[in-house]
């Protein structure tokens, strides 16, 4: 089956770095999405990965490795209006999207 | 008014009751979807309309029937819910190119609840 893995919850301090991990199963790849969710709020696009590597965004990276059907959200120079949930998403070979759960990212002063 | 907008934002209903969700976007997108967001859960895909052509998922239940009337409309009718339909739903919009749609823009979806 296909399927998203990401921690459900981490928490960092303002000021700091922190990565988000995303691993993914999919049938075929075709590219894959990084939306922020704050709360009772639309999640909102933030990057998009379909070759390896590392692509960045002001604070905020993305990087892909398509062999190890991995990703992830790298957040520099923590604020305060940085806690929210954050959700992979990658598309298959039917340029579906499988969604991962989210990681509600706390951050603490 | 920009991007897309849903209403209502809360919405309490009864199991016998019938309700409408409404969402429009002003983007010119050609594709408009509706997803189911449980708390720690996975979004859910519940329909898609791409060109105006509906492409439904199955397991949807069909207590939840979806209405596209133009490219920029889409409207989610709701009739006797179960409280399990309790969740957050949330409308977006996308171009769809030849090689599938682009990225998602969501609106701030409606808290549904079903007493």
């Known amino acids: 089956g296909q399927n998203i893995d990401q921690p459900t919850e981490m928490t960092a301090t303002e000021g700091a770095i922190v990565q988000i991990n995303c691993t993914y199963q999919t049938s075929g790849f075709n590219g894959l999405f990084w939306y922020q969710q704050h709360a009772g709020e639309a999640p909102t696009f933030l990057s998009y990965?379909?070759l390896d590597g590392l692509e960045e965004k002001g604070r905020f990276s993305s990087f892909l490795s398509r062999s190890k059907g991995y990703s992830y959200l790298l957040l520099k120079e923590l604020q305060m209006k940085d806690s929210a949930s954050y959700l992979c998403?990658?598309?298959?070979?039917?340029?579906?999207?499988?969604w991962g759960a989210g990681t509600k990212l706390i951050i603490k002063p | 008014e920009t991007g897309v907008t849903q209403t209502p934002r809360h919405l309490v209903m009864g199991m016998t009751n019938k309700k409408s969700l409404k969402c429009e976007q002003h983007?010119?997108?050609?594709?408009m979807y509706w997803y189911k967001q449980s708390a720690k859960k996975p979004l859910e895909l519940m329909f898609v309309y791409s060109l105006e052509e509906r492409v439904e998922n199955n397991s949807v239940p069909s207590r939840f029937s979806p209405e596209c009337p133009n490219s920029s409309h889409l409207f989610l009718h709701l009739h006797t819910l179960q409280p399990e339909d309790s969740a957050l739903y949330l409308c977006?919009?996308?171009?769809?190119?030849?090689?599938?749609?682009?990225?998602?823009?969501f609106g701030s979806g409606t808290q549904l609840s079903v007493l």
């Open positions: 977006a919009s996308s171009q769809e190119s030849g090689t599938g749609p682009e990225k998602l823009f």
């Open positions: 990965n379909v």
């Open positions: 983007l010119g997108h050609n594709a």
């Open positions: 998403a990658a598309r298959d070979s039917n340029y579906q999207l499988i």
